[in-house]
C-alpha cells in the first residue's frame, strides 16, 4: 500500500479509479512521451544512428543522475529506500578462497591436455563461418561446447568476427 500511495502518485486525486479517468490521463501520458521519444530517435535516423552517436547511452547517464538527485533530495518517493526504509545489517562480502582459482587452472589445463583438439578447432571454425551468416548461432555453440570449447574459446571465436563493443564516449 505504501508503493502504490507514494510511487504511483495516485493519492494526488480524491478518488483515482472512478472512472479511472486517473489512470486513462497516466496512460495517455505515458503514451505521448513514448511517441515524442520514438520521433527523436526517428530525427536522428533511426535506433542504429543513435547508438552510434551515443545518444542511448547520453540518455541512460543523464537520466540515472536525474533519478539519484530526485531519490536523494526526496522529490522522487522510493519505498524502502527513502521512506520507510529499515535499518538492515550490511551483509558480509564474499570472500573467495584463492585456492580454488589454482583448482579451476588446472581443472582447465587437463581439459585442454584431454579434449580432441581437432575436433574442436573444426567445431570453432564452422561456428566462426555461421557466423558471417544471418543462421541462428546456437547449434554451432553447443556443438563447440560438446568438443570441450571454453567460454572464453566460443567468446572469442566471435570476437573475431564481430568485434568487440566499445560505447561511444558521451560527456
Known sequence: QQIVAHESGI???ADPLAGSYYLEELCDQIEADVWKYLKKIQKMGGSVKAIEKG???S???A???RLKKETDDAERVIVGVNKYAEDE???ELLRIDGRIEIQQKKAIKKLRASRDNKKLE???SVMKSAADTSENLMPYIIDSAK???TTGE???TFREVFGEYRPKEVF
Do not use: V
Open 59 to 61: 540518455e541512460i547517464r
Open 147 to 149: 568438443a570441450f570449447a
Open 154 to 156: 566460443i567468446s572469442n
Open 11 to 13: 493519492t494526488k486525486t
Open 89 to 91: 545489517e550490511q551483509p
Open 63 to 65: 537520466n540515472a543522475y
Open 122 to 124: 573444426k567445431a570453432l
Open 55 to 57: 545518444f542511448f547511452q
